[in-house]
């Protein structure tokens, strides 16, 4: 099983500002299925990216990623209000297609 | 438009049966991988297990195999999650997602609402 880890746990930042949040795989990702989805309380994830770099339907340009092999990245070029969630990555090369354990964004 | 609608929250009792389902429309049903994600309280996100409805073909995660049962009913478009015995352990919000593509391989792009399950003497 490919575990993911992803940092950092938590993260305290503002409107406007820009963001990298780590996602590390175990074990190489096979042809780079990596996802990665935005949830908000009380709401089902979204998908964001997938591919590790390819944006998603109707997802905004500010966000983008990239990596390959272990190490993947999710970028928020300048932080929007409506930002403030928490951030999945997630593999879809090997079965089980294993999540990492979340990254929290919040308002500072 | 692809919908993916959930039945709604369940409260059982430890040791009781439930099956919970996830009623599709806007697509081809055979023809696309769905599967299910659990999120305990204040927790993060685990992939669980799909099914092919096509052929039928499942992959389940190894943490939750024999403990649920993956399965599809392609006359009404439906995939389902069961249990036989209930534990408080299984206590969470249940998704339905749907891959992207006709590969195991594609992201999850369509989400139902989410299901709660309550496990409680």
């Known amino acids: 099983e490919i575990v993911l880890t992803q940092s950092p746990g938590t993260l305290s930042l503002s409107p406007g500002e820009r963001v990298t949040l780590s996602c590390r795989a175990s074990q190489s990702v096979s042809s780079s299925y990596l996802a990665w989805y935005q949830q908000k309380r009380g709401q089902a994830p979204r998908l964001l990216i997938y591919?590790?770099?390819s944006r998603a339907t109707g997802i905004p340009d500010r966000f983008s990623g990239s990596g390959s092999g272990t190490d993947f990245t999710l970028t928020i070029s300048r932080l929007e209000p409506e930002d403030f969630a928490v951030y999945y990555c997630?593999?879809?090369?090997?079965?089980?297609?294993?999540f990492g354990q979340g990254t929290n964004l919040e308002i500072k | 438009e692809v919908q993916l609608v959930q039945s709604g929250a369940e409260v059982k009792k430890p040791g009781e049966s439930l099956k919970i389902s996830c009623e599709t429309s806007g697509y081809s049903f055979t023809n696309y991988w769905i599967g299910w994600v659990r999120q305990m309280p204040g927790k993060g996100l685990e992939w669980m297990a799909i099914i092919y409805p096509g052929d039928s073909d499942i992959k389940y995660n190894p943490s939750f195999q024999g403990q649920v049962t993956i399965s599809a009913d392609n006359s009404i478009s439906t995939a389902y999650l069961q249990w036989s015995s209930l534990e408080a352990s299984d206590t969470a919000i249940y998704y339905c997602?749907?891959?992207?593509?006709?590969?195991?391989?594609?992201?999850?792009?369509?989400w139902g609402q989410g299901t709660l399950v309550t496990v409680s003497s």
């Open positions: 997630q593999q879809c090369g090997s079965s089980p297609y294993t």
């Open positions: 997602a749907r891959h992207a593509g006709g590969s195991s391989h594609g992201p999850l792009k369509y």
């Open positions: 591919d590790a770099s």
